[in-house]
T-cell receptor, first 118, second 113 residues
Framework: AAGVIQSPRHLIKEKRETATLKCYPIPRHDTVYWYQQGPGQDPQFLISFYEKMQSDKGSIPDRFSAQQFSDYHSELNMSSLELGDSALYFC?????????????????FGPGTRLTVL | GDSVTQMEGPVTLSEEAFLTINCTYTATGYPSLFWYVQYPGEGLQLLLKATKADDKGSNKGFEATYRKETTSFHLEKGSVQVSDSAVYFCALRGPGNTGKLIFGQGTTLQVKP
């Protein structure tokens, strides 16, 4: 079965540079979530999108922005990178039950993008 | 706000030992509860879930029961294997209908042959 795809898998950037992370949800999933997992930490929710609109926002820095496109893939744009942004960034997807607007419980996670800021 | 607290690790067990990883939560209402597992160098995989009080989630020999009275969702397995070595995260579905997950701090399990 198709899973959530994230690219790139690894990314190395210098301080103050920008980075773009991409996420391709499971086919027919309409909701995308982004999480940040620092070394030895639990994943922290950043932001989510449903039908191309932002649906919720967590502890996402103002230097970061994200969007969901018409094909449901999502991109997380990170500017003015700092050393503390080094982390594993996960994307997850889920879907709404057709005709109900009810969000299903299970989120499926991608393998993550490991960002290292030097 | 809603939160999840897990027992601190690492937990080190011998193969075939009994496993318990404690998880308690604080939440308004009755959120769905989850256990995710993260193997070294990999992403998060859903292990099991429970959506209402007294539900028992189970998968691959792991079990957890949603206890409303003690606000707990402890993970158990009767006989662990070396291949179970991983980090285990307890999580709850946050408030509202947006579905974001709130995770505990994770518990590292190491199983020795």
């Amino acid at each position: 079965a198709a899973g959530v795809i994230q690219s790139p898998r690894h990314l190395i950037k210098e301080k103050r540079e920008t980075a773009t992370l991409k996420c391709y949800p499971i086919p027919r999933h309409d909701t995308v979530y982004w999480y940040q997992q620092g070394p030895g930490q639990d994943p922290q929710f950043l932001i989510s999108f449903y039908e191309k609109m932002q649906s919720d926002k967590g502890s996402i820095p103002d230097r970061f922005s994200a969007q969901q496109f018409s094909d449901y893939h999502s991109e997380l744009n990170m500017s003015s990178l700092e050393l503390g942004d080094s982390a594993l960034y996960f994307c997850a997807s889920s879907s709404h039950l057709s005709g109900t607007g009810f969000l299903t419980d299970t989120q499926y996670f991608g393998p993550g993008t490991r960002l290292t800021v030097l | 706000g809603d939160s999840v607290t897990q027992m601190e690790g690492p937990v080190t067990l011998s193969e075939e030992a009994f496993l318990t990883i404690n998880c308690t939560y604080t939440a308004t209402g009755y959120p769905s509860l989850f256990w995710y597992v993260q193997y070294p160098g990999e992403g998060l995989q859903l292990l099991l879930k429970a959506t209402k009080a007294d539900d028992k989630g189970s998968n691959k020999g792991f079990e957890a029961t949603y206890r409303k009275e003690t606000t707990s969702f402890h993970l158990e397995k009767g006989s662990v294997q070396v291949s179970d070595s991983a980090v285990y995260f307890c999580a709850l579905r946050g408030p509202g209908n947006t579905g974001k997950l709130i995770f505990g701090q994770g518990t590292t399990l190491q199983v020795k042959p």
